[in-house]
């Protein structure tokens, strides 16, 4: 088995700057280190229990088939925030028929990013007998 120390995911954004600026200022996602110099310089990013990471650049978006899924306290807060900060929203919140509340938008080269809320009566929040 592989024993896993820790962990990160990797974009390669089309526009390094741009991605910057979404993932740093609008998100407000807090930077955990900084390398490298120039445009394509590396910053990484808290995210929760894990990591995302820019560096590179890439001449095409990333797969469609990847998506980012980010816990938050208060999605409706979230979608505010957003909102002024003008961060396109693909889809305002929604309770989905699994009990979370999704609200999904999109960095600047189109990866999806779904933003959760886990409702204080959802199973992943209560645990009998605990």
């Not at 509340?101 to 990013?113: F, K, L, Q, R, S």
Request: charged share 25%.
């Amino acid at each position: 088995m592989v024993h896993v120390l820790g962990s990160r995911v990797l974009i390669r954004p089309t526009d390094p700057e741009r991605s910057r600026a979404f993932y740093g200022e609008q998100l407000g996602l807090a930077v955990y280190r900084e390398f490298g110099t120039g445009p394509e310089r590396g910053t990484v990013y808290f995210l929760g229990g894990g990591f995302l990471e820019l560096s590179g650049r890439s001449d095409t978006p990333p797969s469609p088939a990847v998506r980012l899924w980010l816990q938050v306290e208060d999605v409706t807060a979230a979608h505010e925030e957003l909102r002024e900060k003008g961060v396109a929203i693909t889809r305002p919140p929604v309770r989905e028929a699994w009990g979370l509340v999704e609200m999904w938008i999109a960095d600047p080269d189109g990866t999806p990013i779904v933003l959760v809320e886990v409702p204080a009566d959802h199973p992943l929040r209560y645990r009998p007998g605990i």
